[in-house]
């Protein structure tokens, strides 16, 4: 059974790791999330659950306004070959989210470890970094270090590298 957004909050509490987390009307493309610029401060995040030939699995976190070249990010982030969208049940199954919630918090649902995590460098700039807490009806506001910390507490060591154009 996938975590739940308390079960989240309450894993990062217990990890000492403070976050504030904004509720608000469900947000499901990047678009409609920027309508919240200028009330929640710090890097957005833009998410890309991607499946190589081989079936791996990566979640690519960039910043919202980010491009990412599709037909490249193979050979940056380690793919075996071409990369495409990972289907909604290998999301919900991996990552406990639906597609339009996902996020670099879904990690805490992969208790196997079959996902690797990729951040960008520019999003990893930001002091802090805003993601959906495994719902798109908040948004949570994280420290960038915090974020790592909780990445390796749920034993995902990510990819920091330059994955946008």
Do not use: W
């Not at 947000?27 to 200028?38: A, I």
């Not at 495409?84 to 290998?90: C, E, I, L, V, W």
């Not at 639906?98 to 990690?107: E, L």
Request: no cysteine; charged share 25%.
């Amino acid at each position: 059974m996938p975590k739940t957004p308390e079960e989240l909050l309450d894993h990062l509490n217990a990890l000492g790791i403070e976050t504030v987390t904004h509720r608000h009307a469900p947000l499901f493309t990047v678009s409609d999330s920027q309508s919240l610029r200028g009330t929640i401060e710090g890097g957005h995040t833009k998410n890309l659950f991607l499946k190589d030939k081989k079936g791996a699995f990566f979640l690519v976190t960039v910043e919202e306004d980010a491009v990412v070249d599709l037909k490249s990010i193979h050979s940056k982030i380690g793919a075996s070959g071409r990369v495409s969208f990972g289907k909604p049940g290998a999301l919900l199954e991996l990552l406990g989210v639906a597609p339009g919630s996902v996020t670099v918090f879904g990690v805490l649902n992969d208790a196997e470890g079959r996902v690797k995590v990729v951040l960008d460098a520019g999003l990893m700039e930001h002091e802090t970094i805003n993601a959906h807490p495994l719902t798109n009806e908040a948004t949570t506001s994280i420290g960038r270090d915090d974020l790592l910390r909780f990445l390796e507490a749920t034993k995902h060591e990510p990819l920091v590298l330059k994955v946008a154009e």
